[in-house]
């Protein structure tokens, strides 16, 4: 099936020399001219990758972002015209997978495009598999409609907040998120902590599993976030 990549772009030029690029290399293509046209359009009809243009009217590219990765974590590439926006998403602080400046080769942008839903689908196989609405990953299982979770077999008493962030790690344990990624997707609600807080979440969790013996639930990465460990 061809990947279906969603374009948010404001200069109709730059969306049609991208949607060639795309539609030459077997990719179906949805162009937008905004943000708010872009969310909008993602929310009726989701796509296998957003090419997310920084500067546009109605919603920057960067609030696009943030509000996709409250309930999506679609792979998307950031266009942007200025160094210092660069420096803004180097660290992939709101969640962004890849960028390129502009002007860039087309060939390049489908290039990168490729690699990363590769990659994204590199992680959709490593990812545990529910069984029975059951997810494990090493030797951690979690029971996200009973809001369980245990570890060897060894039953684990997390807080509400301590499950979502537990369960926002294990349904792609292969990914690093940043702690505006972890603000946004384990607290409901336009709600918002310090780094700290989400610091303080992570140590209360790891010091629980290692409690009942396991040691490397967690990962640090440093300058970018946490990750999953091997849980073993």
Request: glycine content about 6%; proline content about 4%; aromatic content about 6%.
């Amino acid at each position: 099936m061809n990947k279906h990549i969603l374009i948010a772009d404001d200069d109709p030029h730059i969306r049609d020399v991208i949607s060639f690029a795309l539609e030459k290399a077997g990719m179906q293509v949805t162009q937008t001219e905004d943000g708010r046209q872009a969310l909008d359009t993602f929310r009726r009809h989701t796509a296998d990758l957003i090419v997310l243009d920084i500067n546009m009217p109605e919603l920057d590219g960067l609030e696009v972002c943030r509000e996709i990765r409250k309930f999506s974590e679609v792979p998307i590439l950031f266009l942007s015209s200025r160094d210092d926006e660069i420096d803004r998403i180097l660290g992939l602080e709101i969640g962004g997978d890849d960028y390129v400046t502009k002007p860039f080769s087309p060939r390049e942008l489908v290039a990168r495009i490729n690699v990363i839903l590769k990659r994204t689908q590199q992680q959709s196989k490593a990812a545990p598999k529910p069984e029975h609405g059951t997810l494990r990953y090493g030797k951690l299982s979690i029971q996200p409609e009973q809001h369980t979770a245990s570890w060897d077999g060894k039953a684990l008493n997390l807080t509400a907040t301590e499950f979502a962030m537990l369960q926002l790690f294990a349904r792609q344990p292969t990914r690093v998120f940043s702690r505006d990624s972890i603000m946004g997707n384990a607290y409901d609600g336009n709600v918002y902590v310090s780094d700290r807080t989400i610091d303080s979440h992570i140590r209360h969790i790891r010091q629980k599993f290692a409690d009942i013996g396991c040691e490397n639930v967690i990962e640090t990465v440093h300058g970018v976030g946490y990750k999953l460990a091997t849980c073993q």
